[in-house]
């Protein structure tokens, strides 16, 4: 399941805007860099003292963080970040401005597993790579400099970034101020995807593509792969970046979910 559909990804506050400007510059780049790969140790699934966990059930995402800050769902992010910078935020959103700032402290991006994720060298930044291993996950961590005014700070600010590749999203973890990297950290050991569940699969798995279109109506959304007789349909709600999945394999339902949907279906291994 993607979770893509969800890539989750997240800025301890490069204050990239929640509207994707911090995915711009990151990714825009020239010099691609060489790593070096280290292990961490796994993080143990328990619940700790002054930890809160943040769950996404629709999307299927969990993660922890300090019980003292809070969460913002944003257009294309999650800020994650201490309670007054979350509100001055929320306060901001509600106006109808969605920029951010140098005090975003953390940011959260769910991105395609088939983007390409790789972050490069400009002439704005000077970077360091490694990568690790964290529960079973690579982790690719990023260390900037910076060498520009920007949304970031000043030119000479220190940022990181974590790209958490998992086999059908990558999530990126954005952190502007470095004195929260122990938080950032967290968010990055603990996040996970889990499965959720599709109430319609119960009742109509095995069903034909006529019967599931008795039950659901027609799709918004459906592509079809005619050698592997392979079939995906969507169903959207206005207003809502989420969609409804459901696969079928030789006329007949055999996955759902729910994840975010960009309009697009040709790219869905699915189909391959």
Do not use: C
């Amino acid at each position: 399941m993607k979770k893509g559909s969800v890539v989750l990804i997240i800025l301890l506050a490069v204050a990239f805007l929640g509207l994707g400007l911090g995915g711009y510059f990151l990714f825009k780049g020239e010099k691609k860099l060489d790593s070096k790969v280290t292990t961490r140790p796994e993080t143990q699934d328990v619940k700790q003292e002054g930890l809160s966990t943040f769950v996404q059930s629709k999307l299927g995402y969990s993660f922890q963080y300090p019980s003292d800050w809070g969460v913002l769902e944003m257009s294309h992010s999650l800020l994650v970040a201490p309670k007054q910078v979350v509100e001055k935020y929320r306060q901001k959103n509600e106006l109808g401005n969605y920029g951010g700032g140098p005090d975003m402290t953390i940011q959260v991006f769910i991105e395609d597993g088939s983007n390409n994720t790789e972050i490069y060298e400009s002439s704005s930044r000077k970077i360091t790579k490694k990568q690790m291993n964290v529960s079973g996950q690579a982790v690719d961590e990023y260390n900037f400099l910076w060498t520009e005014e920007g949304p970031w700070g000043d030119a000479g600010k220190k940022t990181m970034s974590w790209v958490i590749n998992f086999p059908t999203e990558k999530v990126r973890i954005d952190l502007l101020d470095l004195s929260y990297e122990k938080e950032a950290r967290q968010v990055v050991d603990s996040f996970k995807f889990f499965v959720v569940e599709n109430a319609d699969l119960k009742e109509l798995k095995g069903k034909t593509t006529v019967e599931v279109g008795m039950k659901l109506g027609a799709p918004n959304f459906k592509k079809e792969n005619l050698t592997t007789k392979r079939e995906i349909w969507v169903y959207t709600a206005a207003g809502d970046s989420t969609a409804s999945y459901y696969y079928f394999e030789s006329g007949k339902l055999i996955d759902a979910k729910t994840d975010e949907f960009n309009g697009e279906l040709g790219s869905d291994p699915f189909l391959k």
